[in-house]
Nanobody
Framework: QVQLVESGGGSVQAGGSLRLSCVAS????????MGWFRQAPGKEREGVGS???????VYADAVKGRATISQDSAKNTLYLEMNSLKPEDTGKYYC????????????????????WGQGTQVTVSP
């Protein structure tokens, strides 16, 4: 059984930074497609970044240059670091894993995830 548990969300002031963590069980973060998505109130869920084995991470235009996805194989944990946070980064951030197809997001190939975490809330105040 696959479980993804996010943590690290909270309230941050604009311009600040955060690091979200996603502890995975039931699959390996280093040998599976992994990604971060977010959903703001009243909006559809959108991709933040995605990484798959043998490839560099890809990021949505909205966070490009401000977001970094990394993995710790020993801890089986996926991270999302974001800096220069903006109020529009506010939303619930979801860790995602696995593969059930491809998504084409802003010209890049992303994995369409099979598994989702429960999400962690990030609120960025002006």
């Amino acid at each position: 059984q696959v479980q993804l548990v996010e943590s690290g969300g909270g309230s941050v002031q604009a311009g600040g930074s955060l690091r979200l963590s996603c502890v995975a069980s039931g699959l390996s973060v280093s040998t599976n497609c992994m990604g971060w998505f977010r959903q703001a109130p009243g909006k559809e869920r959108e991709g933040v970044g995605s990484i798959r084995p043998g490839n560099s991470a890809v990021y949505a235009d909205a966070v490009k240059g401000r977001a970094t996805i990394s993995q710790d194989s020993a801890k089986n944990t996926l991270y999302l670091e974001m800096n220069s946070l903006k109020p529009e980064d506010t939303g619930k951030y979801y860790c995602a894993a696995g593969f059930r197809g491809w998504l084409r997001i802003q010209g890049d190939l992303w994995c369409d995830p099979k598994y989702w975490g429960q999400g962690t809330q990030v609120t960025v105040s002006p």
